[in-house]
């Protein structure tokens, strides 16, 4: 099993910065791509970014494309979410998310395998 603990999120104004952290434990080994979702109040849980194990696989949703950037570190694995010029919409719970191994790297978008217990984020206008 895998175990993911995010850190950081809290309260920010709109323009401002804040950064993400989530590190995993467990059976490390099975993952290769780590990432994030969120899920804004009444709203469904939705993608945000994600990236593989050698980077050659990163995506971010349109919402935060050029605001969010994310980064690895597989030695600590760990993924973080550097987020800039927030805006009161990015306001949400904020999941660490990890894929299997072997699994096409795409499938992080719509079916993580391993989910964290989520940091909100509180961007105010």
């Known amino acids: 099993q895998v175990q993911l603990v995010e850190s950081g999120g809290g309260l920010a104004q709109a323009g401002g910065s804040l950064s993400l952290a989530c590190v995993a434990s467990?059976?490390?080994?099975?993952?290769?791509?780590m990432g994030w979702f969120r899920q804004a109040p009444g709203k469904e849980r939705e993608f945000v970014a994600s990236?593989?194990?050698?980077?050659?696989?990163?995506y971010y949703s349109d919402s935060v494309k050029g605001r969010f950037t994310i980064s690895r570190d597989n030695a600590k694995n760990a993924v973080y979410l550097q987020m800039d010029s927030l805006k009161f919409e990015d306001t949400a719970v904020y999941f660490c998310?990890?894929?299997?191994?072997?699994?096409?790297?795409?499938?992080?978008?719509?079916?993580?395998?391993?989910w964290g217990q989520g940091t909100q984020v509180t961007v105010s206008s």
């Open positions: 990236m593989s194990g050698f980077a050659t696989g990163t």
């Open positions: 998310v990890a894929l299997r191994r072997f699994r096409p790297v795409e499938a992080i978008k719509s079916t993580p395998d391993y």
């Open positions: 467990g059976r490390t080994n099975n993952i290769y791509s």
